[in-house]
């Protein structure tokens, strides 16, 4: 199964066009789906943000959220994924973002192979909807790296097809 290839197909059938906000994973989610002939038509920009600093400045996260839930966190996972598509020039529809340890975890901190994840999508109406999980890999640094790399595309049309659910729950919750 080629996840890369997959993505790619299942983008351009709807049109669809991604953004990436990558930590842990240093560019890898876009780099596997840049290898993808044609991708150049579902591939708008990714965004590499290791620091903390460079995930407030360019991504919009929190540093309230940083520090509430550490870095490692769906919350912050989150933030990446909906700011990369608030950013000017962004023309996606769809963003997935990951933060993690992909090697030894700090005193009290998550285990080393912790991913956390979050799919982020524009409806039509312009709102954004996010899924958010978090993993853990196996391996070594790259190992972990490259699993969450493709497990980060594998799952972008799992929760496509959960956004008819996904804004009925939304407009109840909404409505009055």
């Given amino acids: 199964m080629n996840i890369p290839m997959q993505t790619v197909s299942f983008l351009t059938s709807r049109g669809l066009k991604l953004a990436t906000a990558e930590s842990c994973t240093g560019g890898q989610i876009a780099s596997y789906l840049a290898s993808v002939p044609g ?8 965004f590499v943000s290791y620091s903390p600093s460079g995930k407030i400045g360019f991504l919009g996260v929190k ?5 509430a839930y550490g ?18 020039g962004c ?9 993690g340890l992909a090697d030894a975890a700090p005193e009290g901190g998550p285990p080393a192979g912790t991913q956390c994840f979050a799919w982020s999508f524009r409806t039509r109406t312009g709102e954004l909807l996010t899924f958010t999980e978090t993993r853990l890999f196996p391996g070594d640094r790259n190992d972990v790296r490259s699993a969450a790399a493709l497990y980060a595309l594998s799952r972008i049309e799992h929760y496509f097809d ?10 109840r919750r909404i409505s009055p």
Avoid: F, I, Y
């Fill in 71 to 88: 870095l490692t966190s769906e919350a912050v996972a989150r933030e990446m994924a909906e700011g990369a598509l608030c950013q000017e």
């Fill in 63 to 67: 540093e309230a959220t940083m520090e």
């Fill in 39 to 46: 991708s150049g038509a579902c591939l708008d920009v990714g």
């Fill in 91 to 99: 023309c996606a529809d769809v963003a997935v973002s990951n933060t």
């Fill in 162 to 171: 959960q956004l008819p659910r996904a804004q009925r729950e939304q407009s």
